[in-house]
C-alpha cells in the first residue's frame, strides 16, 4: 500500500511539473477518440520526423465539408484556403482548417502545411461534450515539434 501511495504521489508530482506535456499528451490520447486524424496530425508533429504524414481517408471523403466544397470543383481546379468554422465539423476542424484542396483527373487531394504557433496568441476551443476550453496552439511546443505537410488522397465518396 505505500509503494501504491509513493508511485500515485509520484504520477501527480510528474503532471504538475510536466503539465504542458501531460496537457498535449491527453489531448492526444483523446484525440484518438474524437478525431483520429487529429491525433495522428498532433503525434506526428510531437515525435515525428517532419516527413509527409499521409491520412486515413475514411472520415475524411464523407466530412460535410469535404463533400460541400468537392461538388464546386471540376478536374484542374484548386482552392488555396478552405476554412470553416469549428461548428460545421468538429471532427475536421482539429484536424485540418484551412486547408488546401485540389481536383485530378484520378480525385481529390487534402493538404495543410502544419506548424502550430509558437506566440502563444492562436487558440483553439476543444469541444468536451458539456462545455468546450480554450487552449494556446503553443502549448504543444513542449515537445520538440517538427513542422511538416498532411496529405488526404482520394477517389469521388461514397
Known sequence: MKYVKLIALTIVACMIIFYKKTLVLMMILG???VSPEASDILTHYCFGSGDTLYLDTSYIKRSPVIKREI???KIGDAVDRVGFKQKDDWRLSY????????RTRDGYEIYQWIEFDQT?????ELNLGITTITVNDA???????KPFWV????????
Open 71 to 73: 461538388n464546386k470543383l
Open 151 to 158: 496529405i488526404c488522397k482520394f477517389k469521388n465518396p461514397e
Open 31 to 33: 484525440g484518438y477518440f
Open 120 to 124: 502563444g496568441k492562436v487558440p483553439t
Open 95 to 102: 484536424a485540418l482548417n484551412p486547408f488546401k484542396i485540389k
Open 139 to 145: 502549448v504543444v511546443h513542449a515537445f520538440e515539434c
